[in-house]
């Protein structure tokens, strides 16, 4: 059972970055996550301030 739908299955913005940053909380890759929610890695750095520049440089 998934715990957190699909990116496009949760209309609300506020809910899909709520999902990346508790993902994210628990220890989840960038990588991970955007396979998990199905949107691409850059999606997730977007939208989550604190992986914003890691990885990168």
Not at 11 to 31: K, T, Y
Not at 32 to 50: G, R
Request: no cysteine; glycine share 8%; hydrophobic share 30%.
């Amino acid at each position: 059972m998934r715990r957190f739908p699909p990116w496009n299955s949760t209309p609300d913005p506020a809910h899909r970055r709520h999902n990346i940053v508790q993902l994210h909380a628990e220890g989840w890759s960038v990588a991970s996550i955007a396979e998990y929610l199905q949107v691409s890695k850059q999606t997730v750095y977007t939208y989550n301030p604190e992986t914003l520049g890691a990885g990168r440089g």
